[in-house]
């Protein structure tokens, strides 16, 4: 894609913008609400959505990327308040965590981003398909007691994500089954390939049609079907404050007095590198979508990520990442640039100050229909077929990761996505570090071992291996003449070999290009 001006893609990006702030807004209050368990702060919620979609929009490097609270953090917001010993303490530790992540962005960590193995990263985008699909179906069925925001397999209410399925058939509710089947229908509809070339629909996205449907639905069932209504914690649920004084009480600001609390410094710490890790996978995810193949700048975007963290806790937010489910909502909704996330952003802080009330109108069926349709497209059965055609050493790690977020959180899912992964690169690591060849020799048999291009300390068990095993008074020529580097401990191994193991079983050793280190050839 050719680099244009900032509100060239305006077009495409305002309608995706308002999909993303729609995704968000719910997302924003129930990661509030489970992170802090204070109704009092759930604006906390709407400020870190609002400092991700601004401030790390603007500086972030990241086209299609959306940052805000993260359902991923829940935990450790959670006990951070609680070891902090109150909010404004916690926030000091948000604005230190921030500060981290800047200094991490000037000393180039972000290249611990590019080390995570496609199939973990495609691995984790299906699976928080999955997820999107598992714990939206409550909300759409009209069970809404856990908060939408919860992405963990065990529940706040004490239920898993699948019990949560159970209670959600045996107490459903009519009227957001048809609020969410309409909804539903509707945004497959406005998919289509035609509705795409009518001009109205291009700037205006289905989403924003659905949300405002399933509103006047819900308005019909309280004028003339009240049994049918949904209200209380069916509908979105923002703080409505009834004066600007009062809407400036939902501002929270740090405690400085706690500069000397080594608790803070600790939440801080962790803070900084979950928030972080959560935020490079996810900006390594989004390229993969990215229809562009746009690469992000991965030290930019922890500077970014820091600018976002400082502000929120100043202002009173919670820590920002930035995050899969708003990133992949903005794509699908045929963003292209970052004036998308700003605009949601923007949108945010300019609903929650003119029109709070009427945001509470909105049917929870509605939105968890276009989080269905958002689960759908990230976990798409094409592929799981392409990467199963891969081999196992692509479909393992790749499902392991699946199952693993499912079962557990976000982090551990991708750990667990990883320990396949290296268990496969080492495993080919170990049985392509050389060629054996055999040739045929007047005065006997002569062994050729012919090291690869690169032969590093995972090699040296496998080449070892295979010295050891040779016969007795035959002849080895080991070739280095392909490698360009050959890894220390490798180059030792093969002088120990033909100074000590070799002469024991009387094997004739020759060296090709084996790297003369004095220090190797001394042992």
């Known amino acids: ?40 702060l759930l604006f ?9 979609g601004i401030v790390v929009g603007i500086f972030s490097g990241s086209q299609l990327g959306v940052s805000g609270p993260a359902a991923g953090l829940v935990t450790i917001v959670s006990a951070g308040i609680t070891a902090a010993g109150s909010f404004e303490a916690f926030l000091l530790a948000v604005v230190l965590a921030g500060v981290l992540q800047v200094i991490a962005g000037y000393l180039k960590a972000g290249i611990i981003g590019h080390y995570f193995p496609s199939s973990v ?24 007691k856990d908060l939408m925001g919860d992405m963990d397999f065990a529940q706040k209410d004490g239920h898993n994500t699948f019990s949560e399925l159970y209670y959600a058939l045996k107490y459903n509710s009519t009227g957001a089954i048809i609020i969410s089947v309409v909804s539903l229908a509707l945004l497959l ?43 209380g914690d069916h509908l979105v649920q923002l703080p409505v404050a009834e004066s600007p004084s009062e809407f400036l009480k939902f501002f929270t600001f740090p405690d400085f ?89 923007i949108i945010l802080l300019l609903s929650a100050i003119i029109i709070p009330k009427y945001l509470n109108y909105i049917p929870m069926a509605s939105l968890a229909a276009i989080l269905l349709l958002v689960g759908y497209k990230l976990a798409r059965v094409p592929l799981l077929v392409s990467m199963f055609r891969l081999g196992w050493e692509q479909f393992i790690p790749f499902a392991a990761t699946i199952i693993a977020i499912i079962a557990t959180d976000l982090l551990r899912g991708i750990l667990i996505g990883m320990f396949f992964a290296i268990f496969f690169i080492l495993r080919k690591n170990y049985k392509h570090s050389y060629h054996y060849n055999k040739e045929t020799h007047s005065e006997g048999e002569a062994i050729r071992l012919v090291l690869s291009e690169e032969v590093t300390f995972l090699n ?49 050793v020759e060296l090709v290009d084996i790297p003369e280190n004095e220090k190797v050839r001394g042992h």
């Open 1 to 40: 894609m050719e680099k244009k001006g900032f509100f060239a893609e305006w077009k495409a990006d305002l309608p995706a913008g308002l999909v993303v702030y729609l995704v968000a807004l719910p997302l924003c209050l129930g990661i509030a609400a489970a992170s802090t368990g204070r109704p009092d």
């Open 44 to 52: 906390s919620g709407i400020i870190a959505g609002i400092a991700g």
């Open 121 to 144: 990263i495609k691995g984790m985008l299906a699976a928080i398909g999955i997820i999107l699909i598992l714990k939206q179906l409550p909300h759409a069925l009209g069970y809404d």
């Open 189 to 231: 509809v406005f998919d289509m390939p035609f509705m795409k070339r009518i001009a109205l629909f291009t700037f205006l996205p289905g989403s924003l049609i659905v949300v405002i449907l399933g509103i006047l639905i819900n308005l019909a069932f309280m004028a003339s079907a009240p049994h049918l209504a949904l209200s």
């Open 257 to 345: 007095s706690q500069f000397t609390n080594l608790k803070v410094y600790e939440i801080a710490v962790t803070l900084a590198i979950v928030a972080s890790l959560e935020s490079l996978l996810s900006v390594e995810a989004t390229d993969k979508l990215d229809p562009y193949k746009r690469n992000t700048p991965t030290n930019r975007e922890l500077k970014a990520q820091g600018m976002g963290n400082i502000v929120s806790g100043l202002l009173g937010g919670l820590p920002v990442t930035q995050v899969i489910v708003r990133s992949s909502a903005n794509i699908n909704s045929g963003g292209r640039t970052k004036l998308s996330t700003i605009v949601h952003g």
């Open 460 to 508: 040296k068990g496998s080449i070892l291996q295979t010295l050891h095993n040779l016969p007795e008074d035959s002849r080895v020529i080991i070739d280095g003449s392909n490698s360009v580097n050959i890894d220390y401990d490798v180059a030792e191994a093969i002088y120990e070999f033909k100074n000590h193991s070799a002469a024991l079983k009387n094997i004739q």
